[in-house]
């Protein structure tokens, strides 16, 4: 199979779930509506919906154990890998379906909350590029209400909205690497600024460039080689320096995949290790 994709053989592939987010939501939902709680809504990508629906789980506990109601809204892919590929007409009817069905509810109150970086910041930045006329401007509205989960919950943070004392005093380390477009686009603080919450979690971000996956160029066999070689500059030397003392953290799907490959080490979302901090929890 791997021969017949063009992936290489030294590649491991990401895992297909037998039992996607999505499905599980439908008999798993938390009932947790009442008009104190602030509504925010979840977008469940591609990636995390088929590849990491345990993150999705925990992202979707984790708020609703915060004090949010937390809706999965109706939507269709992001269009990410659309984009990276070129395949911009495809991307463009994504992109207009997305809004279409999420123009009238995204708000600042009510903010639209995405797991997976490169995902959630295509509202921020390509679907404005992509659209025209009415919709252009219903992308531009709800661009300014989108965020990552680190970034809402570190802006809840702020606004005092939560509170250290929710979590545990225990101590780890934690070492950090940031994605790509989410360090081109938003910022790695607010991860820093979420895992910093538990009183004696210690926070560190390696030096780390691109992991050297981008997407689906590391899987290619072409690239294969590069993809490691840029790995193993600062990232993949950090990473197994540290697998012993720390915690291994990325927010990228594909940056955990690369971690993996490249070290056998297993990569943590930053809302697992928030999560696992947590007092009290909504299981």
Not at 43 to 50: A, C, K, P
Not at 63 to 89: C, D, F, N, W
Not at 132 to 158: P, Y
Not at 205 to 222: L, Q, R, T, V
Request: glycine share 6%.
């Amino acid at each position: 199979m791997k021969n017949a994709l063009g992936i290489a053989p030294e590649r491991s592939l990401p895992k297909l779930t037998k039992k996607t987010f999505s499905k599980w939501y439908k008999t798993n939902r938390i009932n947790n509506e009442d008009e104190k709680k602030r509504t925010v809504y979840l977008f469940i990508d591609e990636f995390t919906d088929y590849n990491d629906p345990e993150i999705a789980k925990i992202s979707y506990k984790l708020l609703t154990s915060l004090g949010y109601h937390v809706v999965i809204p109706k939507h269709v892919e992001s269009g990410r890998a659309q984009i990276s590929k070129g395949m911009l007409r495809d991307a463009q009817a994504i992109a207009k379906k997305n809004i279409k069905f999420l123009k009238d509810i995204i708000t600042e109150e009510n903010p639209l909350i995405g797991i997976e970086p490169s995902a959630i910041l295509t509202f921020r930045e390509e679907y404005i590029d992509l659209l025209r006329g009415e919709k252009k401007e219903a992308a531009k509205i709800i661009s300014k209400n989108v965020f990552t989960v680190e970034e809402f919950l570190s802006k809840e943070s702020e606004n005092g909205k939560i509170h250290k004392v929710l979590f545990t005093k225990e101590e780890k380390k934690i070492k950090l690497h940031g994605h790509c477009q989410e360090k081109a686009i938003a910022s790695t603080k607010d991860s820093i600024n979420i895992l910093s919450l538990p009183v004696n979690y210690f926070v560190e971000e390696i030096p780390s460039g691109c992991c050297g996956m981008a997407g689906s160029f590391g899987y290619e066999k072409e690239h294969y080689e590069i993809s490691m070689k840029i790995g193993e500059q600062i990232l993949f030397p950090s990473v197994r320096e540290a697998k012993n003392d720390y915690i291994i953290c990325a927010a990228g799907t594909s940056c955990r995949h690369q971690i993996k490959d490249g070290t056998s080490v297993r990569a943590f979302h930053p809302v697992e290790i928030l999560y696992d901090a947590l007092l009290v929890k909504n299981e």
